[in-house]
């Protein structure tokens, strides 16, 4: 896992800008994942900038099947998988973010303006064009 964050170098505020590596125990519980990368930012935070970007970035993924089986796992894998399942479950019942970790609970104004979405006349047959001769 990589965590990393930079102030804006081009609008006069002073340059910050730092990042973290390390290897993190295979899991694919979403609140782990949260709580390490929160581990792993804040001796990089800094008080009083303002931040311009800030990542997450999660490398040699796995699938769940192959993944190998620690000897001494820092959370109960039977619990966790119980967890993101129930998770998983009312989400797919009553529709995507009717739950979430509380680390993500951000307020979202913006949105992507339909007027600029790429046509999609690859992936989607009823968007093909169709032209016609006279």
């Known amino acids: 896992m990589t965590v990393l964050l ?15 590596s390390a ?3 295979a899991t694919n519980d979403t609140t782990s994942l949260i709580g390490e990368a929160i581990r792993m930012l804040e001796p990089m935070w800094r ?3 303002r931040y311009s970007k800030a990542g997450i970035m999660l490398g ?12 001494f796992p820092t959370r109960d894998p ?8 129930a998770l998983d479950a009312v989400n797919g019942r ?7 970790p509380l680390a993500t609970e ?6 992507a303006k339909a007027l600029n979405l790429s ?4 992936t989607r047959i009823g968007e093909i064009l169709v032209g016609t001769a006279y």
């Open 60 to 71: 040699e993924l796995i699938d769940a099947g192959s993944q190998p089986v620690s000897l």
């Open 23 to 25: 290897r993190i125990e």
């Open 78 to 85: 039977v619990r966790s998988a119980r967890a993101m399942a």
């Open 47 to 49: 008080v009083g900038f």
């Open 106 to 111: 951000i307020s979202r104004p913006w949105t």
């Open 94 to 100: 009553f529709g995507r973010d009717t739950l979430r």
């Open 119 to 122: 046509p999609r006349y690859t």
């Open 6 to 20: 930079h102030t804006n170098p081009h609008n006069g505020d002073p340059w910050y800008s730092n990042q973290h």
